[in-house]
């Protein structure tokens, strides 16, 4: 059967979907992919995998692949990460018959993949992602797609869209964000910039960014004429946001929970839903956030989870016929999660400020990033105040912390490079070239000369040989 190609693989192979769970890192495995799919979602991708890994290690494609295969999960798209053709396309062959297509990840903003150049750090390099779409579309079975982020430029994006079109891809998924909107610096999705690219290309696009409820995926769909839309942090909080419900979180817990029983996932995976489904609940009961943290069985989820459902029900309880109070009265039903932005004073730098500087800059207030609020609940007496923190001299040669006691004013790696170098002592740092050289020639002198062999006398035996050889003459 010939490979099917764009609009006819959307609609035949896909069937036409609409309703897409986003490729999500240890999130959208098998169990969370089934309990989506009960609920509305139409088409579900794997977590991204990392291709080199894929090809080389057995239990790594048993484990996220081979191991996951089941008859209500398709149609399915496996998404891998890669930036080398060659291997790309191995691991691709090797995943071709267990889902309908193979999506290239140029999307992922995060640093590891800065770190391991891919995702969205291969943007730039549009020879390198012509020869791997096209060496994907000529070998493999089944189709190949690309998830993509925006560049600032309308007109650069459209541009790019069209040379993965023309590469081979079929089928184009793109998040209306740049690869440095992440965190608290995510800001909205540009829905223009897909709309564009939707435009500009004869082949399927979905679209994602923006979406925490079915009026946000019918406005999407209207406003910018794609095939389909795509969700991740809002399927996350809310696994029937396709069917335009959001019903009691426990309903979907225990859904879960008993799909986890049939098909198993690390229990970190069900930790992180479980986290995200009682987002808000947690917020009021934060004792049990801390519960939730430590169990280490799936029934000792379970039971956090059922107690949690059990203060819920008595909370509704007792507001029946009362007016509700709090800054979350209905926090016990699904409900999107509005990631807070930058505080307004920093709007207008934040684009070009990281993470870690919002995050430093706030330390002295009462908001801590998740990393910190972890260290503090470790060390209550620990403190994130710049201004508390303590002042170092800094190494002339390096910058890094100096030894208060340094003959150099170095720090101690470069103070053993100068002192070994000028055969130095440092007491300060312990290291004492000079005097194990002293101590060493010292030694030397202090030791008697060793007597040198003299050479044998004529006429005497000169050793064992000759001896030998007189005794056998």
């Given at each position: 059967?010939?490979?099917?190609q ?6 035949r192979?896909?069937?036409g ?8 890192v240890?999130?959208?495995?098998l169990?969370?992919r089934?309990?989506?799919r009960r609920?509305g979602?139409?088409l579900?991708?794997?977590p991204m995998l990392?291709?080199?890994?894929f ?8 484990e996220n692949l081979y191991?996951e ?8 798209i496996?998404?891998?990460c ?7 396309v191995?691991?691709?062959?090797l995943?071709?018959?267990?889902c309908?297509a193979i999506?290239?990840?140029?999307g992922c903003?995060?640093?590891i993949a ?6 969205a750090?291969?943007?730039?390099e ?6 791997m ?15 993509i982020r925006v560049?600032p430029e309308?007109?650069k994006?459209?541009?790019?869209a069209?040379?993965l079109?023309k590469?081979g ?9 740049t690869k440095?909107q992440?965190?608290?610096?995510s ?9 564009a690219?939707?435009k500009?290309?004869?082949i399927p ?10 009026q946000?995926?019918e406005?999407?769909l209207?406003?910018?004429?794609v095939?389909g839309?795509m ?6 909080h809310?696994?029937?946001l396709f069917?335009g419900?959001?019903?009691a ?6 859904e879960?929970l008993?799909?986890v029983?049939e098909?198993p996932?690390p ?5 992180a839903h479980l ?5 808000h ?5 934060q ?24 203060r ?13 109070t709090g ?14 932005g ?11 400020r990281?993470?870690?500087?919002l995050?430093e800059?706030?330390?002295?207030t ?11 609940l470790?060390n209550?007496h620990?403190?994130?105040?710049p ?9 002339d040669q390096?910058g890094?912390p100096?030894g208060?006691?340094?003959?150099f004013?170095l ?8 002192a070994s170098?000028?055969t130095?002592?440092?007491?300060g740092?312990?290291?004492?070239f ?14 008697p000369e060793?007597?040198?062999?003299q050479p044998?006398a004529p006429?005497?035996?000169?050793g ?10």
């Amino acid at each position: 059967m010939p490979k099917l190609q764009g609009f006819e693989f959307w609609s035949r192979t896909l069937r036409g979907a609409r309703h897409v769970v986003a490729p999500m890192v240890d999130q959208s495995e098998l169990a969370w992919r089934l309990l989506s799919r009960r609920h509305g979602a139409q088409l579900c991708y794997t977590p991204m995998l990392h291709a080199q890994v894929f090809v080389r290690d057995a239990n790594y494609r048993k484990e996220n692949l081979y191991c996951e295969v089941c008859p209500e999960d398709r149609p399915l798209i496996v998404q891998f990460c890669a930036n080398d053709p060659e291997v790309f396309v191995q691991a691709a062959l090797l995943a071709q018959d267990y889902c309908d297509a193979i999506d290239l990840n140029l999307g992922c903003p995060q640093m590891i993949a800065k770190r391991g150049h891919y995702g969205a750090f291969l943007q730039d390099e549009w020879d390198l992602l012509q020869r791997m779409i096209l060496l994907a579309h000529e070998k493999l079975s089944v189709p190949v797609t690309c998830k993509i982020r925006v560049f600032p430029e309308i007109d650069k994006t459209v541009r790019y869209a069209q040379m993965l079109e023309k590469a081979g891809c079929q089928l184009l998924t793109v998040h209306g964000r740049t690869k440095e909107q992440k965190g608290p610096l995510s800001g909205a999705a540009s829905w223009e910039h897909i709309k564009a690219v939707r435009k500009a290309v004869a082949i399927p696009v979905f679209a994602n960014g923006n979406i925490q409820c079915l009026q946000d995926v019918e406005r999407c769909l209207r406003d910018t004429g794609v095939q389909g839309v795509m969700s991740a942090e809002g399927n996350l909080h809310n696994p029937a946001l396709f069917e335009g419900r959001s019903p009691a979180v426990w309903e979907l817990a225990e859904e879960y929970l008993d799909i986890v029983r049939e098909h198993p996932c690390p229990l970190s995976y069900v930790r992180a839903h479980l986290f995200k489904l009682w987002h808000h609940t947690l917020q009021v009961h934060q004792e049990l956030r801390e519960e939730l943290a430590k169990v280490k069985t799936l029934e000792g989820i379970a039971a956090v989870s059922q107690e949690l459902k059990l203060r819920c029900q008595e909370e509704i309880s007792r507001q029946e016929g009362a007016k509700p109070t709090g800054d979350l009265p209905f926090h016990w039903i699904c409900q999107p999660y509005i990631r807070p932005g930058p505080r307004e004073g920093s709007k207008e730098k934040a684009g070009a400020r990281s993470k870690r500087a919002l995050e430093e800059e706030e330390c002295g207030t009462e908001v801590l990033s998740k990393n910190k609020q972890k260290k503090q609940l470790r060390n209550p007496h620990k403190t994130f105040d710049p201004s508390l923190k303590p002042k170092y001299a800094k190494c002339d040669q390096c910058g890094n912390p100096k030894g208060n006691r340094c003959v150099f004013s170095l720090c101690r790696g470069c103070c053993k490079k100068r002192a070994s170098k000028e055969t130095a002592d440092c007491p300060g740092h312990g290291l004492l070239f000079k005097t194990k050289l002293e101590k060493s020639l010292a030694w030397k002198e202090a030791q008697p000369e060793l007597q040198e062999p003299q050479p044998a006398a004529p006429g005497t035996p000169g050793g064992f040989s000759e001896v030998m050889g007189s005794a056998l003459a």
